[in-house]
């Protein structure tokens, strides 16, 4: 089974600062990864999903890399602001019906 | 901007009791699916639906729990005889069709609390 690991599991950080955020899989044999963002109370908004046979994505701030043969997957965020405070999840995706997540990176954004 | 809307935005059940939780998916999207997170837990994949019938479903999507998308806009999640462990935030997800049905879009959630 697809074991998911996100670490740190939580970060505070001054406005301003780039960051990075990482994830960790078991199984290589993937269909693709997803990012996600969690509010509080709230559902899950994606970010930025990487196919399999793709290195990295990006979207505004943020950039998302993937190498698959060691398992891991790095969310950078460029220039951090306090909005961008929420949990961050990352998701794996053995096949195309299932997700496999982490327990998430908490982020605090201070103004 | 289309949204996934799910009912209630919280249910209080009594043990044993059936619930129903409600989805409405985005309208043109073809693949469906529930999650749970248990308070301060994962979130944990439950059950995709494609073409009137589940494709995947994980080791918590036992006999107590069934799906359905009884009309053209609503996927239902009917949880038959309610335990205290199923407490817990129930997430709905929907994608599209085509190059849309990578991404998939999240529902607010319901919150359900078994007592």
């Known amino acids: 089974k697809q074991e998911v690991t996100q670490i740190p599991a939580a970060l505070s950080v001054p406005e301003g600062e780039n960051l990075v955020l990482n994830c960790s899989f078991t199984d290589s044999a993937i269909y693709n990864l997803q990012w996600f963002r969690q509010d509080p109370g709230k559902g899950l908004t994606s970010l930025l999903l990487?196919?399999?046979?793709?290195r990295e994505q990006t979207s505004g701030r943020l950039n998302a890399s993937l190498d698959k043969s060691s398992g891991r997957s790095t969310l950078y965020i460029a220039a951090s602001q306090p909005g961008d405070s929420a949990t961050y999840l990352c998701a794996v995706r053995p096949t195309f019906n299932k997700f496999y997540f982490g327990s998430g990176t908490k982020l605090n954004v201070k103004p | 901007e289309p949204e996934v809307t799910q009912t209630p935005s919280h249910q209080v059940t009594q043990m044993g009791q059936e619930v129903i939780l409600r989805c409405v998916p985005i309208?043109?999207?073809?693949?469906f699916y529930w999650y749970r997170q248990i308070l301060g837990q994962k979130v944990e994949f439950l059950v995709s639906?494609?073409?009137?019938?589940?494709?995947?479903k994980s080791e918590i999507f036992d006999d107590q729990f069934s799906v359905e998308r009884p009309d053209g806009s609503n996927f239902t999640l009917k949880i038959r005889s309610t335990k205290l462990e199923d407490s817990a935030m129930y997430f709905c997800?929907?994608?599209?069709?085509?190059?849309?049905?990578?991404?998939?879009?999240f529902g607010p959630g319901t919150r359900l609390l078994v007592l």
């Open positions: 990487i196919q399999s046979s793709q």
């Open positions: 309208s043109n999207h073809l693949y």
């Open positions: 997800a929907s994608s599209g069709p085509g190059l849309g049905q990578e991404t998939q879009y």
């Open positions: 639906f494609y073409n009137n019938e589940i494709s995947e």
